[in-house]
């Protein structure tokens, strides 16, 4: 008598619950593939770049960037591809829009928001170094395989994130010939960006994993 083949994505010892996790986790993500998903979520991505990354907020000796983890975010779930054109193309946009707008800071208690602070002299440098920096965490699609249901997963990609956002200063900073200045704002910049990565990050990408989640049920 001839042995049933076993289901596909299964087997015969594997519970029927776990043949769809199993058939999932066995298909491979294409992260350099360009589809109606990517470019739709550049058409999102890059105007919410760009708007954000007109603002500064500070407190204190803390200087974040809130467009910075906007980057991040659309890097990791949706490839290098998206990365490099929500960081190079939305970086322009702001660019454009800095110099079209007039500049002003709003005082919130001990929080200062600091609107229209892009850089007019260093355009090109914060265009190409956001397109990498984008471009970099696009690449931990490779290794987490977009599955930021597990916490794996999102440990790896913030782990990347922080050490794209530490590659992105210095090369901004090296390219508009403030590298001597690395140590002054390593704090206030650098590790405040680090750290404000780190944790808001993995909020997306659990509220993103969420909504994928039930979209799936639905």
């Not at 594997?14 to 298909?27: D, F, M």
């Not at 960037?65 to 190079?88: E, N, R």
């Not at 322009?92 to 609107?115: C, K, M, Q, T």
């Amino acid at each position: 008598m001839n042995t049933p083949a076993p289901l596909t994505g299964g087997s015969l010892t594997t519970p029927p619950e776990r043949w769809q996790e199993a058939g999932e986790s066995a298909k491979k993500i294409s992260v350099w593939r360009i589809g109606k998903r990517q470019w739709l979520a550049m058409l999102v991505g890059i105007p919410l770049f760009g708007i954000l990354n007109l603002f500064l907020v500070t407190s204190g000796s803390v200087y974040v960037v809130p467009a910075l983890v906007v980057l991040l975010f659309f890097g990791c779930v949706y490839g290098p591809w998206v990365g490099l054109g929500v960081g190079g193309v939305g970086s322009l946009i702001a660019s454009l829009l800095a110099s079209l707008l007039p500049r002003d800071l709003v005082h919130l208690g001990g929080l200062y928001i600091e609107f229209g602070f892009v850089s007019r002299l260093y355009v090109l440098q914060d265009m190409w170094t956001l397109a990498l920096a984008g471009f970099l965490a696009g690449l931990s699609l490779q290794i987490t395989k977009g599955r930021y249901h597990k916490r794996r997963a999102i440990v790896l990609a913030d782990s990347i994130s922080v050490g794209v956002v530490l590659v992105y200063w210095f090369l901004l900073l090296l390219s508009s010939g403030g590298l001597p200045y690395f140590g002054k704002i390593l704090g206030p910049y650098v590790i405040s960006s680090m750290v404000y990565s780190l944790l808001i990050l993995p909020v997306m990408l659990l509220i993103y994993a969420r909504i994928v989640k039930n979209r799936k049920r639905a």
